[in-house]
């Protein structure tokens, strides 16, 4: 059984910075694609990242610079170390995994899905 745990939001000021954390089990996160996802109040999930089984990364426009995911093979585990971060990244980050390893920057392009972590930044 697939399973994903994210961890590391909190409340943050803007211009801070925090690393969230995505512990898998069940499936190699070097072997699939791995991505976070975002949903504002009010508003629908959308795409933040992904990183490839092959190690290729994609962010979305608006946290390109700021934004950076990793891997940690030996600990099966994908990180989203976010810098300087601003209230509209205010939002539950949720952490998927792609058996398909395609179709990234979308939700049905995902199989898996953790329950989410909150972040807060204030201004």
């Known amino acids: 059984q697939v399973q994903l745990v994210e961890s590391g939001g909190g409340l943050v000021q803007a211009g801070g910075s925090l690393t969230l954390s995505c512990a898998t089990s069940?499936?190699?996160?070097?072997?699939?694609?791995m991505g976070w996802f975002r949903q504002a109040p009010g508003k629908e999930r959308e795409f933040v990242s992904f990183?490839?089984?092959?190690?290729?990364?994609y962010y979305t426009d608006s946290v390109k610079g700021r934004f950076t995911i990793s891997r940690d093979n030996a600990k099966n585990t994908v990180y989203l170390q976010m810098n300087s971060l601003k209230p509209e990244d205010t939002a539950v980050y949720y952490c998927?995994?792609?058996?398909?390893?395609?179709?990234?920057?979308?939700?049905?392009?995902?199989?898996?899905w953790g329950q989410g972590t909150q972040v807060t930044v204030s201004s």
């Open positions: 069940g499936r190699t996160v070097s072997n699939y694609a």
């Open positions: 998927a995994t792609s058996g398909r390893g395609f179709g990234l920057t979308y939700e049905r392009g995902y199989d898996y």
């Open positions: 990183i490839h089984w092959n190690g290729n990364t």
